[in-house]
């Protein structure tokens, strides 16, 4: 049971490039999020998906993108990288309402 | 905008003693959940207290929740060197389907 799983765990982009992060979980949960974190800032919403086929902004939306291609996975895209997304990402995924599950983070510097 | 705030922002005790942290948050909740960070790693999920509820125990951990002051806290008895992490408490913001992180609380444990 590997929980949450996000790739790649570490990404040098530069700025204007694009790119994906991955995330899939195996606990059959309905909801999935992303947030990043950032020093001093702690944990920031970006997307969520309640449930598989929806998609909705959360706390700091913009220069991103969400698929929730089924039930297990949730991707996030960066269509032109910006050094201010530099930023830890974690993948996270939740009966509603309840416990969050993390993934281990993904660590995006942009260059 | 970020629904709790933590403090200290960091706290350093010597092996054994005990940590308190506390969280304040804006707006009235259902529950509130604490979680822990260790460095490089994922959040892992501590605790979750309802709003009809005034303390809560698990293991080494007591959280009180205070609704009319809109505060929390979390102790940790008899610390020990693997307690060294960052803890954060959450809130929903809006619904269920999402929460708020504070920026945490470091904690330190010297041997």
């Known amino acids: 049971n590997a929980g949450v799983t996000q790739t790649p765990k570490f990404q040098v982009l530069k700025t204007g490039q694009s790119m994906t992060l991955q995330c899939a979980q195996d606990m059959n949960h309905n909801s999935m999020y992303w947030y990043r974190q950032d020093p001093g800032m702690g944990l920031r919403l970006i997307y969520y998906s309640a449930s598989e086929g929806t998609t909705d902004k959360g706390e700091v939306p913009n220069g991103y993108n969400v698929s929730r291609l089924n039930k297990r996975e949730f991707s996030l895209r960066l269509e032109s990288a910006a050094p201010s997304q530099t930023s830890v990402y974690f993948c996270a995924s939740s009966v509603t309402g309840n416990t969050i599950y993390f993934g281990e983070g993904s660590w995006l510097t942009v260059v | 905008s970020q629904q709790g705030e933590e403090d200290p922002q960091a706290l350093s005790i010597q092996e054994g003693e005990n940590a308190t942290m506390n969280c304040s948050y804006k707006?009235?909740?259902?529950?509130l959940q604490w979680y822990r960070q260790n460095s490089g790693r994922g959040l892992v999920h501590l605790i979750l207290i309802r709003s009809n509820e005034r303390e809560k125990h698990s293991g080494r951990l007591r959280v009180t929740l205070d609704t009319s002051k809109k505060s929390s806290s979390l102790l940790i008895t008899a610390s020990r060197a693997a307690d060294t992490a960052s803890y954060f408490c959450?809130?929903?913001?809006?619904?269920?389907?999402?929460?708020?992180f504070g920026a945490g609380t470091t904690v330190t444990v010297r041997a």
């Open positions: 959450a809130t929903p913001l809006g619904n269920d389907y999402k929460l708020s």
């Open positions: 707006t009235s909740i259902n529950n």
